[in-house]
């Protein structure tokens, strides 16, 4: 049985202070709610600190949006899997398409990424999805499947136990133009398809795959019903409790 995984990747957005009062928030509400999925929140990095702190007590997973692919050296304005372990994070999102299209980021980097990350005994979301072009273009299962294979090479049947991934296409995400529950249903059967041919149908049976792009309270419901979606990485609407809350008691 796959346990909802419910994920809001902050971005670029909530000072340190103004995320430490929504993540107390937040805890206080999911204890109030008997919220029953994990919930995850990915702050930015320089709030990493104060959330940890503000969310002690709760099963809320705090995690980073990114992380360097070198344990420590030269990188300017980069962040080690070592800092973010010492900051309380155990959870790294990678690969998330504006890494991918903003800063140049390759399968290949992406990879070495996820392979630092699970030697350093972290949890990992990968996340995978077309552009509108690949997907109008007929290339959306060429497109994931080189993004599964490279992204998780040299990646163990063993790690993949702490290995999620997050279907998202690039069109779908903060533009309110969401896939289809079918959509997201069909290409979460192919990935699924796709990790049991790299590694075995029990893996594949129990990974987690979070549907992501433009996810609110109004399409959750229809997203979760489908027997491929497990979860949820949410953008926008991961921002406040007024939104994120009905989110993750869409089951209540
Ligand atoms: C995302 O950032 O991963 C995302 C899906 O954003 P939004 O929910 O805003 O579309």
């Known amino acids: 049985m796959r346990k909802a995984y419910i994920a809001g ?44 702190e503000a969310v002690k007590g709760s099963p809320i997973i705090v995690a980073a949006q990114n992380m360097a692919n070198h344990t420590s050296g030269a990188y300017t304005g980069e962040v080690a899997p070592a800092m973010l372990k010492d900051a309380g994070v155990k959870t790294v999102i990678l690969g998330h398409s504006e890494r991918r299209q ?10 070495s990424k996820v392979i630092l990350a ?19 273009g007929g290339r959306l299962e060429e497109v994931l499947s080189r993004q599964i294979k490279v992204g998780l ?9 702490r290995i999620t991934i997050a279907y998202e296409p690039v069109w779908a995400i ?27 149908d029990d893996i594949a049976k ?36 007024e939104q994120f809350l009905p989110i993750i008691t869409y089951n209540k």
């Open 174 to 200: 903060g533009t309110g133009m969401t896939a289809t529950p079918e959509d997201a249903d069909g290409a979460h059967s192919f990935i699924r398809a796709t990790v049991a041919s790299l590694y075995s």
């Open 118 to 136: 699970l030697s350093e005994g972290m949890d990992v979301v990968l996340c995978v999805g077309e552009t509108l072009d690949e997907r109008q």
């Open 206 to 241: 129990n990974l987690i795959i979070q549907y992501g792009g433009s996810v609110k309270a109004g399409n959750i419901k229809a997203l979760m019903a489908k027997e491929n979606v497990d979860g949820a990485l949410v953008g926008g609407a991961s921002l406040s409790l």
């Open 9 to 52: 990747n902050w971005k670029m957005n909530l000072t340190p202070s103004e995320g430490a009062r929504y993540a107390a928030e937040l805890a206080a509400a999911v204890k109030e709610a008997g919220v029953d999925c994990r919930v995850m929140i990915a702050p930015a990095f320089v709030a990493i600190p104060a959330v940890v």
């Open 102 to 111: 903003y800063y140049g980021e390759t399968d290949e980097i992406i990879n």
């Open 153 to 161: 090479k040299d990646v163990s049947a063993e790690d993949m136990a």
